[in-house]
């Protein structure tokens, strides 16, 4: 239970609830275990009244009927103690499992981009649910049934002993038995279960995967290799969850076997000493009662072994994430205003994952207020620049400012939010068009966002759209084409005003006539605003202040539109070639 210890915070958290539960435990329990006595007793008399000759039958009925509506009145407040108990430690384990998941999302918040590129949507995602669900069992039922287990145990065992104390150690024999078989059984459910929950992840995985890519799927028609690739996955994790409970399944019967024998000790060694007159026929009857009443709990014993090491293995796996440390971190609480004045000083980067040098000694001085482009072949560093402005990742050697200030020592919160940033592969969320522009202010009227749109020159699509800006667009906004994804893109960069503007080749999926309206507005929004835009398209990029042109991570070209586009290199062949095209 070593990955539990993490957790162990919310009991404390929590203790006055659980105290209430042990409590009402403690007295249900003994409220229960008077049954047994009370039967007992009913027993007693009225074998004592026939071997007394009493025969007022009317007299016996009596007692009985009064040890009957006691018995009753009994299981009845044990019942409702039973209830407030569940509510209080099972509805414990539901805010424990709110509280454990929301600390696992805000941990994958804080987490670096290169965590993701790292780690599978569906493992991150199986951890955050079908893991805590397992940890929530050890706050929940493995807590109460453990508490039942141990108050019933010790009170049946002090009731035992008081009753007769030879006839107790002779129906406790195979209970050391039980004690080392759970032991070994609960080392190899500690370890299948590992194996299930990464099994699972794979699942999830391959059903996200599949889900995600649906429209490449059909488009190659591979859907039978997908799901041949499917099976394969959940027939392996199949096989694992049936060796998992094919040891489980050997609890229930083990400790079943094992009280049968306790009960037939009790009949036999019991009758033995009603013979001998040390014990009362009723004294036998309890006894057989006390070792049923033992049966749930000592059989809930390997449900409840097996939850605790389902529990603590899955910890395991959420403790991997929750103790990884953010590679990005905010260095400063101190609020940052920024202006917007980046520069690149001897900047080279490379990523750790897959050892790629992006970026060689580059250098560059952006004041606030102008406009850099960025030009360059697929792989040639443009995205990694813009990435290291947004502090994504940390720089391998040299730095990167703003406002003269080292980037690492400016507050996080406050660098990015004055950043509007449009991807290059434009996402939206699976809501409706208004909540994804309002993504970038969420306290934008609709007013605010309708001037968005229209800037970004998607209004006019959206109102003919039946439902307008309500209307809802599906996962990572698949019901909208890509120039509509990127236009809205753009409503949400701009609409909150930001200090810096990024654009990473945003009008790659919209046409000349569309690219030119949205460039004019562009100009309008960008003004005295520091503004970085990202094209392989010269007409994109010809107004900027300052070009640079990017190869294999090195800067080969600078300076303006007219003097590159005369300069003998990379950027006028390119110029020249999109002229053509255009003719």
């Given at each position: 239970m070593k990955a539990l210890k993490y957790v162990n915070k919310y009991f404390t958290k929590y203790k006055y609830r659980y105290l209430i539960g042990i409590i009402i435990c403690v007295l249900s329990n003994i409220l229960k275990l008077q049954i047994p006595d009370l039967i007992s007793k009913s027993i007693n008399e009225a074998v004592g009244s026939v071997?007394?000759?009493?025969?007022?039958?009317?007299?016996?009925?009596?007692?009985?009927?009064?040890?009957?509506?006691?018995?009753?009145?009994?299981?009845?407040?044990?019942?409702?103690?039973?209830?407030?108990?569940?509510?209080?430690?099972?509805?414990?384990?539901?805010l424990i499992e709110y509280d454990l998941k929301n600390e696992i999302y805000q941990q994958y918040q804080k987490l670096s981009l290169n965590f993701y590129k790292k780690n599978r949507t569906g493992d991150l995602m199986n951890r955050i649910s079908e893991d805590v669900g397992k940890v929530r069992m050890y706050f929940g039922p493995a807590v109460m049934y453990s508490l039942n287990m141990v108050v019933a145990f010790i009170v049946t065992l002090?009731?035992?002993?008081?009753?007769?104390?030879t006839l107790t150690l002779y129906t406790i024999i195979p209970l050391p038995i039980l004690s080392v078989s759970i032991y070994y059984l609960s080392r190899l459910i500690h370890k299948k279960t590992t194996i299930v929950q990464e099994y699972l992840s794979k699942l999830t995985t391959a059903a996200q995967e599949t889900f995600s890519g649906i429209r490449i799927i059909k488009s190659y028609t591979t859907e039978q290799s997908s799901i041949e690739h499917f099976d394969n996955v959940a027939e392996n994790s199949k096989q694992k969850n049936v060796e998992l409970y094919k040891i489980q399944a050997l609890f229930f019967p083990l400790m079943i076997l094992l009280i049968g024998i306790s009960n037939l000790i009790v009949i036999y060694f019991g009758g033995l000493r009603y013979i001998d007159g040390y014990i009362t026929l009723g004294d036998i009857a309890k006894f057989i009662m006390y070792v049923n009443i033992l049966t749930w709990p000592v059989a809930i014993l390997g449900w409840v072994t097996s939850i605790v090491q389902q529990a603590d293995a899955s910890q395991e796996r959420i403790n991997e994430f929750l103790n990884e440390d953010p590679e990005i971190k905010n260095q400063t609480e101190t609020v940052s205003k920024i202006h917007g004045t980046i520069r690149f000083n001897n900047v080279s980067f490379t990523y750790d994952?897959?050892?790629?040098?992006?970026?060689?000694?580059?250098?560059?001085?952006?004041?606030?207020?102008?406009?850099?482009?960025?030009?360059?072949?697929?792989?040639?560093?443009k995205s990694t620049i813009i990435n290291l402005i947004a502090r994504l990742y940390d720089t391998t050697e040299g730095e990167v400012t703003i406002d003269g200030i080292n980037i690492e020592h400016l507050n996080l919160n406050n660098l990015r939010q004055s950043i509007g940033f449009v991807p290059q592969d434009a996402f939206l969320f699976s809501d409706t068009i208004e909540n994804n522009i309002r993504f970038g202010d969420e306290n934008a009227t609709i007013n605010t966002i309708e001037n968005a749109a229209k800037d970004a020159y998607i209004h006019?699509?959206?109102?003919?759209?039946?439902?307008?800006?309500?209307?809802y667009v599906g996962e990572r906004g698949v019901t909208l084409s890509g120039g509509q994804k990127q236009r809205v893109s753009i409503a949400r960069a701009i609409i909150n005003e930001p200090k810096i503007l990024i654009f990473d080749d945003c009008l790659s999926a919209v046409d000349t006539e569309t690219?030119?309206?949205?460039?004019?507005?562009?100009?309008?929004?960008?003004k005295n605003r520091t503004t970085i835009i990202v094209s392989h398209r010269i007409s994109s990029?010809?107004?900027?202040?300052?070009?640079?042109?990017?190869?294999?991570?090195?800067?080969?070209?600078?300076?303006?539109?007219?003097?590159?586009?005369?300069?003998?290199?990379?950027?006028?062949?390119?110029?020249?070639?999109?002229?053509?095209?255009?003719?």
């Amino acid at each position: 239970m070593k990955a539990l210890k993490y957790v162990n915070k919310y009991f404390t958290k929590y203790k006055y609830r659980y105290l209430i539960g042990i409590i009402i435990c403690v007295l249900s329990n003994i409220l229960k275990l008077q049954i047994p006595d009370l039967i007992s007793k009913s027993i007693n008399e009225a074998v004592g009244s026939v071997e007394n000759g009493n025969t007022d039958i009317d007299a016996v009925k009596s007692i009985l009927l009064y040890y009957i509506l006691l018995i009753i009145g009994v299981a009845l407040i044990g019942g409702i103690f039973t209830f407030i108990t569940r509510q209080m430690i099972i509805v414990n384990s539901r805010l424990i499992e709110y509280d454990l998941k929301n600390e696992i999302y805000q941990q994958y918040q804080k987490l670096s981009l290169n965590f993701y590129k790292k780690n599978r949507t569906g493992d991150l995602m199986n951890r955050i649910s079908e893991d805590v669900g397992k940890v929530r069992m050890y706050f929940g039922p493995a807590v109460m049934y453990s508490l039942n287990m141990v108050v019933a145990f010790i009170v049946t065992l002090i009731l035992m002993i008081r009753t007769d104390l030879t006839l107790t150690l002779y129906t406790i024999i195979p209970l050391p038995i039980l004690s080392v078989s759970i032991y070994y059984l609960s080392r190899l459910i500690h370890k299948k279960t590992t194996i299930v929950q990464e099994y699972l992840s794979k699942l999830t995985t391959a059903a996200q995967e599949t889900f995600s890519g649906i429209r490449i799927i059909k488009s190659y028609t591979t859907e039978q290799s997908s799901i041949e690739h499917f099976d394969n996955v959940a027939e392996n994790s199949k096989q694992k969850n049936v060796e998992l409970y094919k040891i489980q399944a050997l609890f229930f019967p083990l400790m079943i076997l094992l009280i049968g024998i306790s009960n037939l000790i009790v009949i036999y060694f019991g009758g033995l000493r009603y013979i001998d007159g040390y014990i009362t026929l009723g004294d036998i009857a309890k006894f057989i009662m006390y070792v049923n009443i033992l049966t749930w709990p000592v059989a809930i014993l390997g449900w409840v072994t097996s939850i605790v090491q389902q529990a603590d293995a899955s910890q395991e796996r959420i403790n991997e994430f929750l103790n990884e440390d953010p590679e990005i971190k905010n260095q400063t609480e101190t609020v940052s205003k920024i202006h917007g004045t980046i520069r690149f000083n001897n900047v080279s980067f490379t990523y750790d994952d897959t050892g790629i040098t992006a970026l060689k000694n580059i250098n560059f001085n952006l004041e606030n207020g102008k406009t850099l482009a960025i030009l360059g072949k697929t792989g040639s560093g443009k995205s990694t620049i813009i990435n290291l402005i947004a502090r994504l990742y940390d720089t391998t050697e040299g730095e990167v400012t703003i406002d003269g200030i080292n980037i690492e020592h400016l507050n996080l919160n406050n660098l990015r939010q004055s950043i509007g940033f449009v991807p290059q592969d434009a996402f939206l969320f699976s809501d409706t068009i208004e909540n994804n522009i309002r993504f970038g202010d969420e306290n934008a009227t609709i007013n605010t966002i309708e001037n968005a749109a229209k800037d970004a020159y998607i209004h006019h699509n959206i109102i003919e759209f039946k439902k307008g800006y309500k209307t809802y667009v599906g996962e990572r906004g698949v019901t909208l084409s890509g120039g509509q994804k990127q236009r809205v893109s753009i409503a949400r960069a701009i609409i909150n005003e930001p200090k810096i503007l990024i654009f990473d080749d945003c009008l790659s999926a919209v046409d000349t006539e569309t690219e030119e309206i949205i460039l004019k507005n562009l100009e309008r929004i960008t003004k005295n605003r520091t503004t970085i835009i990202v094209s392989h398209r010269i007409s994109s990029i010809k107004h900027a202040d300052s070009i640079i042109v990017l190869d294999e991570g090195e800067i080969i070209q600078q300076g303006t539109h007219n003097q590159l586009s005369t300069e003998k290199g990379f950027y006028a062949e390119l110029y020249n070639q999109q002229l053509l095209e255009d003719i």
